[in-house]
């Protein structure tokens, strides 16, 4: 049932995010991360688009992880809820689904096998302004694939964004 409701949602957020008008800031951002517990280095990338003046959005999130020919993929739309603790440090959080495309090859296990999942994910973080539409981010999250036997991820990231108006 959970494997066909959350690409129902996700399709629900894009079109919601389609239609959104957008007077606040757009940001686009980069960054490296890690799964935590294997502890797998990545790249992030994502755009954050707002609903107007109010303090909720969507994220658009790609992010790649490659350790010992093991290499994990997840793609995700997050809604997120953005809180102000005034001055120049906002709190947010959310949760969605995507799709996580995992591979992995060892030679010493003769393992060779790829799959692509429905993938369901929350994330909570930190936006910090520094100078003019610069801002530093630092996150957590939680993904996991919507499938027998798989595992949660948790995973950290931090990099920059790059804010301006629509």
């Known amino acids: 049932m959970i494997r066909y409701l959350a690409p129902a949602v996700t399709v629900f957020c894009l079109l919601g995010a389609a239609t959104a008008e957008t007077h606040a800031q757009i940001a686009l951002r980069a960054g490296g991360g890690l799964y935590v517990e294997d502890k797998e280095p990545g790249w992030h990338g994502s755009i954050i688009l707002p609903f107007g003046s109010k303090p909720a959005g969507v994220m658009l999130a790609g992010e790649y992880y490659e350790k010992d020919g093991a290499i994990t993929v997840p793609v995700s739309i997050r809604g997120l809820y953005k809180f102000s603790l005034g001055g120049n440090l906002r709190i947010y959080g959310g949760a969605g689904s995507g799709f996580i495309y995992t591979k992995e090859e060892s030679d010493a296990e003769l393992i060779d096998g790829s799959a692509s999942k429905v993938l369901l994910t929350a994330v909570a973080g930190m936006n910090l ?38």
């Open 129 to 166: 302004k520094m100078l003019g539409p610069f801002r530093f981010f630092a996150e957590a999250t939680l993904d996991r694939g919507v499938a027998e036997g798989t595992e949660n991820k948790y995973g950290a990231k931090a990099g920059i964004s790059l804010t301006f108006k629509d």
